[in-house]
Each structure stands twice: as C-alpha cells, then as structure tokens.
C-alpha cells in the first residue's frame, strides 16, 4: 500500500520510491572481539562477513573518502557496512543533531537517513529539512490525518534500509509492532539514571525537579533498549553526575544534557561498528574498540 503523503512542510514520502536504495553501500573493517570461555557473547549484527587476516597494524577502510586504523593484536577482522539511523524527536532535538553532527564529521560509522516526528513544526523536524534529512509525521491521529500508521512507518523504514533507530526527547510511547519489526535495535535516553525517575510522566524538567526534590546526590543520562513500556529496557549505559545542593532544576537539566550529547554519541559508535554484546543473561554490554577484552 502506498504511503501516504504528509504535510507539505514534509518532503514527500511514499512507500514506493523509499523502497529503492537511498545510497551506496559501503564498509569498515573493525576488530572482531575474541572468544571467552567463561562468557558466551553474541554479537547484535545483521550485515558482517568475516576477513580472517593475522596483521600488527591493520587499516581500514571507513569510506571512499578517509581511512582509519584498526587495532593490532586480533587475529582476525570483520567487514561492517556502514548503519543507517533513524532518529525520532518530539522537540528541539539537541542529541539528534549531535549525533548527526559525529555523523557529517565522520566520527561514527554511520548517517542519520530519516527524522521521525510527532510534530511537524518541532526544532528537531527543522534542523532535519534544513540539512536535507526526510521527515516522517508520526503517528497517525484524529489531530494528525497526515501521519503514517504504524504498518506504513515500518514499511517506509525498511525502504529507507534502516538498520536502528534512536530516540532522542521522543514523547510517545513505540507500538509493539516497530519493537517486534526492530528487535534489540531501538535506543532511548533518558535524563536520569534508570530505574530511579523513569515511567509515564517522567520525561524533561520533570525528571530533573523529582531528582533534586528526592534529595537525590548524583544524577545523569542513561541509553538503554526500548520495549513495550516508558522506560523499562535493559540499561546499555549511563554517565554520572552530582547534584548540587544549591542546584535548580534548570542548572541540573544543563550538566545532565551536556553528557547526554557525549553519551549518546559515543554508544551509537559502539552500535555502528557492532560492538554491542548480550551477555547469557540478557544483559547488553559494550566492546571496547581500544581493548576488545573489555566490556563496559
């Protein structure tokens, strides 16, 4: 079924031409980890093919404009195609344009290809059409006709090819369909350090106000899996920060958001290059790129 056409701030977008390819395809080499005989790990990647190869210094490939160097000492490599994201926003989206930004300055293995939204005049859906990023209206409601419904998003989704989406200050809560369509590939942030502060009506100056109301020391931003409900998924990783006793909410959503930008910007590194690893127990862990022998 073809989708239907959103507003006409939006670039027009249909389920016909997405699914054609938006843009070559392209590769990185990056160290495979090794194996651990206490630790079974699985590797959360759809798009690697093995380059057995022993070298002291490896070079790699990171597109057809710059080269990086790898990490010696592993006996082999894996080829990773470059990730496309989309990023879901309901405001200004300050983490969507950093990580946008690592993705134009070649930092991170991947491109930002689609901006979903649930407002179309949002500063997030702005700084998407000013840099030429598709905006999808999302969901579709009584209010918003224009948007897709959830079997038209993932079907635009999957014509944009994208391999994860992040959310980043989106509001809504993610049907259980785009969970089930992308499996352990949707990321949150959350301006606190989950499980504490987290739930339905907790989100923006909220969190920060109920932080410093509970007498709480130490606050900060945690990306963790989307599932089915607000703020629930399993942790992936968080970044601590004090609270101050003479802090107000505004000057504490200031020191949490400035690590929001690093944090989130050094996972969706680590997702780009593969480096995300499920323990037995269901718990995601980080490869260090340095040191494949350590997990964060």
Same mark, same amino acid.
Request: hydrophobic content about 40%.
């Given at each position: 079924?073809?989708?239907?056409?959103?507003?006409?701030?939006?670039?027009?977008?249909?389920?016909?031409?997405?699914?054609?390819?938006?843009?070559?395809?392209?590769?990185?080499?990056?160290? =495979?980890?090794? =194996?651990?005989?206490?630790?079974?790990?699985?590797?959360? *990647?759809?798009? $690697?093919?093995?380059? $057995?190869?022993?070298?002291?210094? !490896?070079?790699?490939?990171?597109?057809?404009?710059?080269?990086?160097?790898?990490?010696?000492?592993?006996?082999?490599?894996?080829?990773?195609?470059?990730?496309?994201?989309?990023?879901?926003?309901?405001?200004?989206?300050?983490?969507?344009?950093?990580?946008?930004?690592?993705?134009?300055?070649?930092? !991170?293995?991947?491109?930002?290809?689609?901006?979903?939204?649930?407002?179309?005049?949002?500063?997030?859906?702005?700084?998407?059409?000013?840099?030429?990023?598709?905006?999808?209206?999302?969901? =579709?409601?009584?209010?918003?006709?224009?948007?897709?419904?959830? *079997?038209?998003?993932?079907?635009? !989704?999957?014509?944009?090819?994208?391999?994860?989406?992040?959310?980043?200050?989106?509001?809504?809560?993610?049907?259980?369909?785009?969970?089930?369509?992308?499996?352990?590939?949707?990321?949150?942030?959350?301006?606190?350090?989950?499980?504490?502060?987290?739930?339905?009506?907790?989100?923006?100056?909220?969190?920060? =106000?109920?932080?410093?109301?509970?007498?709480?020391?130490?606050?900060?931003?945690?990306?963790?899996?989307?599932?089915?409900?607000?703020?629930?998924?399993?942790? !992936?990783?968080?970044?601590?920060?004090?609270?101050?006793?003479?802090?107000?909410?505004?000057?504490?959503?200031?020191?949490?958001?400035?690590?929001?930008?690093?944090?989130?910007?050094? $996972?969706?590194?680590?997702?780009?290059?593969?480096?995300?690893?499920?323990?037995?127990?269901?718990?995601?862990?980080?490869?260090?790129?340095?040191?494949?022998?350590?997990?964060?």
């Amino acid at each position: 079924m073809e989708t239907q056409s959103l507003t006409s701030q939006f670039r027009t977008i249909s389920a016909k031409p997405i699914l054609q390819k938006i843009r070559n395809t392209s590769f990185a080499s990056f160290i =495979k980890p090794p =194996k651990f005989d206490h630790l079974k790990i699985h590797h959360h *990647s759809m798009h $690697v093919s093995q380059r $057995v190869r022993a070298q002291n210094r !490896l070079v790699c490939r990171y597109n057809v404009r710059k080269d990086v160097v790898c990490l010696p000492e592993e006996d082999s490599l894996v080829e990773v195609k470059r990730k496309k994201l989309a990023v879901f926003v309901s405001g200004g989206g300050s983490n969507f344009r950093s990580i946008h930004d690592a993705a134009v300055q070649e930092s !991170l293995y991947g491109d930002v290809v689609v901006l979903v939204t649930n407002k179309h005049d949002c500063g997030g859906a702005e700084y998407a059409r000013k840099n030429n990023i598709p905006v999808i209206l999302f969901p =579709k409601t009584s209010n918003v006709p224009d948007g897709l419904s959830t *079997s038209d998003l993932v079907t635009a !989704l999957r014509g944009f090819e994208v391999d994860f989406i992040l959310l980043a200050g989106y509001l809504k809560l993610i049907p259980v369909e785009l969970i089930r369509a992308y499996h352990r590939s949707i990321l949150n942030i959350h301006p606190s350090l989950l499980p504490a502060f987290g739930g339905k009506g907790y989100y923006g100056m909220k969190v920060h =106000k109920a932080v410093i109301a509970s007498g709480a020391r130490y606050s900060g931003p945690t990306v963790h899996y989307v599932d089915e409900h607000f703020d629930t998924g399993r942790i !992936l990783a968080q970044r601590v920060v004090p609270v101050l006793a003479s802090d107000t909410a505004e000057e504490l959503a200031a020191r949490v958001l400035r690590e929001e930008h690093q944090l989130y910007v050094e $996972v969706t590194k680590a997702l780009c290059e593969d480096r995300i690893i499920w323990r037995d127990d269901g718990v995601p862990l980080i490869q260090s790129r340095e040191n494949p022998k350590e997990y964060s």
